[in-house]
C-alpha cells in the first residue's frame, strides 16, 4: 500500500512506524531510539498511521511522561493522519482520547473502576507538598517528632514511603540501599506509613503514588483487569527507559502477551534513578515475553555534528550494559568539541561568558546557548559573574506553579469542595480567615471527620466572635461550591474574588500574585469540569509566573542555565558542560556501585548530545567544596572525569585557557582596583 504520509521517514523509522500493523500476531516492539534520532516524530507516525489502517484511536492507549507531551502527540498524529483521512473526518473526532501520562490515565481508571476496587470516585489527589504536609500530621499525631533523638523529616518520610512504593522494594531493602541513615527507626516508620496510609483513606485522598500503586493492584483483579485491558487493542509508551517497576507491572498486565504493545526510549538516556526509574525495565524488555519483543534501532542523528556524536559514541561506549547503537549523521564539522582546562572556578565562569559573547557577536542568540551542570549549585560562580556582566540569564528549577502560596490556597478551597474530608485541604483554607488559629480548625476538622455529612457540619459551625465578619462569606462561597449553583468555570472566578482581600493582607506583592490567579482562571476555563480540572492540573502543573528562583528579565534574549536532569529533551546550538571533573561528573555522592557510576556517565552523554554545533566541556583543575567532617570549606585539586580516559581524548581538541603567560595572577588574587564602597554608601545619603 502506498503511504505518502510516511515519505518523510528515514529507512529506520519506516520499519519501526509499520512494525506489525498489517499482521496483528507480530508481538511486542521495542524501538531504541538514539538522542536526536526523530524518536517523537516516529512515536507520532505509527501511532497516526495505526489509524489510518484502521485502529479504532478511542482504543489506542498512549503514555508519556508529560502532559504537554501528550497533547503535543496527539496534535502531530492528528495533523499526519487527517491527511490521508480527509473524506473521513469522523474518524478524528475523538482521535486519542487516552493520552496522557501514567498518572493521568491512573486517575481516570481510578475514577472509572471506584466502585469495584472500594474507592469513593469523588477522591481528591494531594500533590507532594499535600502529601508531606499529611505525614507530618501523622508523624505528630505518633509522638514521632517528639523523639529524644531526631526523627527523619516530613519530606524524607514521604520519600521512604515513595521509593518503597515505586521501586517495589521491602522497607528493609530502601533503608539499607538509599536511606542508610534512617535505618535505626525502621519499625517506627513501618508504623508511621501505616498510619498515613489510613489517615488518606480516612480522607478519601489519594497521593500520586496511589495512583500507580491502586491500578497496579486493580489489575491483580482478573474480572477487572480484563475489563481494562479489554479497552485497547494498542498501547504505546514513550520514555520508557524512565519508567519504574510499578509502572512496567502496569504494562505487562495490560498486555501480558505484548500483543499490540510498542515501548520507544534510549538506554543511554536512562538517569532517573532518584526518581525510582530503572533501566533494568527497558533493558529486560525483550525478554519478558515468548517469543521474545522485536527490538529496532535509530541511529540516525539529526541534531548534532559528527564530530559531537563521535565523542559521545566514545562516551557512551565504555558502558557496562546497553544497546549497541553508532548514531551518525550527515552534519559534517570543521572542529571537535572542545576540552577546556582552566585554573579554577573563577576562571571557568570567565571563559563561558567569554565565548557566550563571542558567539552572540557572530549572530547566534543568548537563547541557542546553554550551560549544563550536574547539581544546582554548581552554576553559583558563573551566575554571580552573569549578573557582574548584565547577561540575562534564566535558570531552570524555580517553584512549580502549584508551590507558588496563593495558588495553592485557591486549589484547596476548590479541593475541599470536591471533598470536604480532606484535612490538609480544610486545614490551610480556615487557617486563611482571620481570628481562626490551629485550634479551632483542628476542632471543626475532628467534628467533620466523626460526621456522616461533613458539609453540613461546617455550615452549622459557630466560629469564634473575632472570626465572625470573615467566616459568613466563607460559609455563603463554601455553600455555592457544595451546589454547583455557578457551574464550571465560573467557580474559579468566585473563589478569586473571595480570595483577593486575604491575599492582599497576606502578600505584599499581592498584585503579582493575582495575575497568576487570573492565569488560573484562564487554565481552569479549558477543562471540562472541576474535579477534571484538579486532577489534572496537580498531576501536570504549568511553571510559576512569580516565586520563581530569581527576578524574572524582560530581556527578550537571555541564556539558559539548566541542570542536565532538567535539559533532558532539549537541545541548544552551543553547549557548555561545567565541572567535568571526579567528584562532580560523577558525582562523588553517585559511585558507590556500577550501577550508580554507569547512571553518571549517561548524565555526562545526554549533556553531550544536547549540543547541535559547538560543545564545551570545562574542567577546572581546583574547585571549591564543603569539607563536613574537617568542619572547614577548603579548594580541591581535581582530575579530569574517568568518563573521558586517554583513549578518547583525541576525539576532543585540548584547549588550556587563558593561554599561559607570565602575568597570569596566582589563584586567589585581586584582578582589579579596589572599589570604594564605604564612599558609594555614604554618598547615597548626600
Not at 214 to 222: H, K, Q, R
Not at 374 to 379: D, E, L, Y
Not at 591 to 620: C, F, N, Q, W
Not at 648 to 656: A, N, T
Request: proline share 5%; net charge negative; with cysteine.
Amino acid at each position: 500500500m502506498s503511504a505518502p504520509h510516511l515519505a518523510r521517514l528515514n529507512d529506520e523509522q519506516r520499519r519501526a512506524v509499520e512494525f506489525g500493523v498489517s499482521e496483528p500476531g507480530a508481538g511486542p516492539l521495542l524501538v531504541i531510539a538514539g538522542a536526536g534520532s526523530g524518536k517523537t516524530n516516529t512515536l507520532a507516525h505509527r501511532v497516526a498511521h495505526l489509524i489510518v489502517s484502521g485502529a479504532d484511536p478511542r482504543r489506542i492507549l498512549l503514555m508519556t511522561f508529560s502532559r504537554r507531551a501528550a497533547a503535543e502527540m496527539a496534535r502531530r498524529v492528528e495533523r499526519i493522519a487527517a491527511h490521508v483521512l480527509a473524506d473521513k473526518a469522523a474518524a478524528m473526532t475523538d482521535a486519542l482520547a487516552w493520552s496522557g501520562t501514567f498518572h493521568g490515565i491512573g486517575a481516570r481508571l481510578l475514577r472509572d473502576y471506584a466502585p469495584s476496587i472500594g474507592l469513593d470516585p469523588a477522591f481528591t489527589i494531594h500533590d507532594r507538598e499535600d502529601s508531606s504536609d499529611l505525614m507530618n500530621l501523622v508523624r505528630h499525631e505518633l509522638g514521632l517528632s517528639a523523639k529524644a533523638s531526631r526523627f527523619p523529616s516530613k519530606g524524607t518520610c514521604l520519600a521512604i514511603y515513595s521509593r518503597v512504593v515505586n521501586a517495589g522494594m521491602e522497607l528493609d531493602n530502601a533503608l539499607t540501599e538509599v536511606f542508610p541513615w534512617c535505618a535505626m527507626w525502621k519499625d517506627e516508620l513501618k508504623g508511621l506509613f501505616a498510619a498515613y496510609v489510613e489517615a488518606k483513606q480516612s480522607q478519601n485522598v489519594l497521593d500520586y503514588d496511589d495512583l500507580l500503586l491502586y491500578w497496579a493492584a486493580l489489575m491483580g483483579e482478573a474480572e477487572v483487569a480484563a475489563s481494562v485491558a479489554g479497552r485497547f487493542d494498542h498501547v504505546l509508551v514513550d520514555e520508557y527507559q524512565d519508567t519504574n517497576r510499578l509502572q512496567a507491572s502496569i504494562l505487562m498486565a495490560l498486555k501480558p502477551d505484548g500483543a499490540g504493545l510498542t515501548v520507544v526510549g534510549d538506554d543511554a538516556q536512562s538517569i532517573y534513578s532518584f526518581r525510582a526509574a530503572t533501566v533494568r525495565n527497558i533493558l529486560d524488555f525483550p525478554g519478558s515475553f515468548t517469543p521474545p519483543a522485536t527490538v529496532m534501532t535509530l541511529e540516525r542523528n539529526y541534531r548534532s555534528t559528527a564530530s559531537i556524536l563521535a565523542a559521545s559514541n566514545g562516551v557512551i561506549a565504555l558502558a557496562g550494559e546497553r544497546y549497541t547503537k553508532n548514531l551518525w549523521t550527515d552534519r559534517q564539522s570543521g572542529g571537535r568539541p572542545r576540552l577546556v582546562t582552566v585554573r579554577d572556578e573563577a576562571d571557568q565562569a570567565l571563559y563561558i561568558v567569554s565565548e557566550v559573547l563571542e558567539a552572540r557577536e557572530r549572530g547566534l542568540t543568548l537563547k541557542d546557548q546553554s550551560v549544563l551542570f550536574r547539581a544546582s549549585h554548581h552554576s553559583g560562580p558563573l551566575e554571580v559573574e552573569l549578573t557582574r556582566r548584565n547577561i540575562p540569564f534564566v535558570k531552570f528549577g524555580g517553584l512549580k506553579f502549584l508551590d507558588a502560596a496563593h495558588v495553592k490556597d485557591c486549589l484547596a478551597l476548590l479541593r475541599l469542595a470536591e471533598n470536604p474530608r480532606d484535612r490538609v485541604a480544610a486545614f490551610r483554607v480556615l487557617l486563611l480567615l482571620p481570628g481562626i488559629g490551629p485550634a479551632t480548625a483542628g476542632r471543626l476538622l475532628d467534628q467533620m471527620a466523626a460526621s456522616a455529612d461533613p458539609f453540613t457540619e461546617l455550615a452549622n459551625f459557630e466560629p469564634p466572635a473575632r472570626a465572625a465578619a470573615d467566616w459568613h462569606a466563607f460559609a455563603e462561597l463554601f455553600g455555592a461550591l457544595r451546589h454547583r449553583g455557578a457551574g464550571w468555570p465560573a467557580e474559579m472566578e468566585a473563589v478569586r474574588n473571595w480570595y483577593q482581600p486575604h491575599l492582599e493582607r497576606a502578600h505584599e506583592d499581592a498584585a503579582v500574585r493575582l495575575a497568576d490567579l487570573v492565569q488560573l482562571e484562564q487554565i481552569a476555563a479549558g477543562y471540562p469540569s472541576r474535579e477534571r480540572f484538579l486532577t489534572e492540573l496537580t498531576l501536570d502543573p504549568p511553571a510559576a509566573t512569580s516565586d520563581q528562583a530569581g527576578v524574572p528579565y524582560l530581556d527578550e534574549d537571555y541564556l539558559i542555565l539548566s541542570t542536565i536532569h532538567s535539559a533532558k529533551g532539549q537541545e541548544w546550538r552551543q553547549v557548555f558542560v561545567l565541572n567535568v571533573v571526579d567528584g562532580c561528573i560523577p558525582s562523588d555522592l553517585g559511585t558507590g556501585t556500577s550501577a550508580e557510576i554507569d547512571e553518571e556517565r549517561r548524565l555526562l552523554y545526554v549533556a553531550m548530545t544536547r549540543a547541535k554545533d559547538d560543545l564545551h566541556l570545562v574542567v577546572p583543575q581546583r574547585f571549591y567544596v564543603t569539607q563536613q567532617r574537617s568542619g572547614g570549606d577548603r579548594h580541591l585539586y581535581a582530575s579530569r572525569t574517568r568518563f573521558i580516559p586517554p583513549p578518547l581524548v583525541g576525539l576532543f581538541e585540548p584547549v588550556m585557557w587563558p593561554a599561559a603567560t607570565a602575568s597570569i595572577a596566582p589563584a586567589g588574587a585581586t584582578r582589579t582596583d579596589p572599589v570604594d564602597l564605604k564612599a558609594r554608601m555614604r554618598g547615597m545619603w548626600r
